[in-house]
């Protein structure tokens, strides 16, 4: 049964052509076999380009929020047309393409994100978070360990590892990454549900 637990990406990235202050959260339900991680995007304009007073951004977020996946796609391609390397465009287009169950297209949306900007760890996240989606377990496992070193680390990147770790047979990597989980926070469901499945030999996430 999946567990309706929300992992925010914290808003206050700026990067090339775009910053992500202001931003709006948006929620993805990424079923991982019995655990539900959610998949949070964002994205930021400069206004340029408006329709009636209205950025596409803040278009994009009225008309996700509405349902309206048509008119939220449209919005993004105004955005590109604007800003070619705003990378939440490409970030955006993945979360609708994920939603829809094409799998493959939203991953070359983030490729084509992570062209503009390798080392994003915004969107190797969430690369990381499609392929544990679609069980290709030892490719998210070598994204999120290229992600060890950096600082601070994504929302949930701890909780990724410890899943990529667990389907992959490291079964310590994964018990360190939970225990130092609960021990900031005691009460994190996941977390717990995780170690209570690895303590008791259900290891498959």
Known sequence: MGLGIKEYFAPGYSMVALSFKNSFAIALRVVVTGVSLFWITGCASSGEGSRQGVSPAESFSRDLKAGRYLEARQDLSRELRLHPRNISVWNNLAYLDFKNGKYRKADGDLAQGLALNPGNAFLLENRARLFLACHKDESARRILLSL???????????????????????????RLLLNAILSERPRDPLARVYLSRLENGAVRG
């Open 148 to 174: 060890e070193a950096v600082r601070p680390w994504p929302k949930g990147f701890r909780l990724l590892l410890a899943i990529a770790d667990l389907r992959t047979g490291h079964k310590e990597e994964a």
